[in-house]
């Protein structure tokens, strides 16, 4: 993927004014984690797509929060040096999108197809995503209230 391959979630506005209005912590809390929880889910189907011959690619697979705006809550997949595999991995935009050349090798999408199946499921993750970041901040809002 190329770094314009970007997924915007749109409709978040309603809801972070609304959770602003009750609690702006919270709301800014509960919106890292929604876009974390999709960030994560696209490895996942990645990790998944990912040919069997390249293990390596498979554990540098990622999803990583990064700096934003306040209220613009950013996370990637990224490609990393896969821990406890022992190597680089250089090669996953030739797997990605294959090579040229004297013996050129077919492309093997992981990534395109993992970004595709998210934005097709979107707001069935976000949904899902959302209910269970927010029962687990009401959770912890209890025992802390409980503590007290």
Do not use: C
Request: charged share 30%; net charge positive; hydrophobic share 35%.
């Amino acid at each position: 993927m190329s770094k314009n391959d970007v997924i915007t979630v749109t409709g978040l506005e309603d809801v972070q004014k609304v959770l602003n209005q009750i609690a702006p912590n919270h709301a800014r809390n509960l919106s890292r984690s929604l876009i974390q929880g999709l960030a994560s889910e696209t490895a996942k189907e990645a990790k998944k797509r990912v040919p069997t011959d390249t293990k390596t690619l498979k554990k540098a697979i990622k999803a990583k929060r990064r700096r934003g705006k306040p209220n613009q809550p950013v996370s990637d997949v990224i490609i990393d040096k896969a821990r406890g595999a022992g190597g680089e991995v250089f090669y996953w935009n030739m797997v990605e999108y294959g090579t040229g050349g004297k013996t050129p090798q077919p492309e093997r999408p992981f990534l395109r197809p993992a970004r595709d199946l998210i934005e097709v499921n979107m707001p069935r993750i976000i949904q899902e995503q959302f209910t269970k970041k927010l029962a687990s901040a009401i959770n912890r809002a209890k025992k802390k209230a409980a503590k007290k």
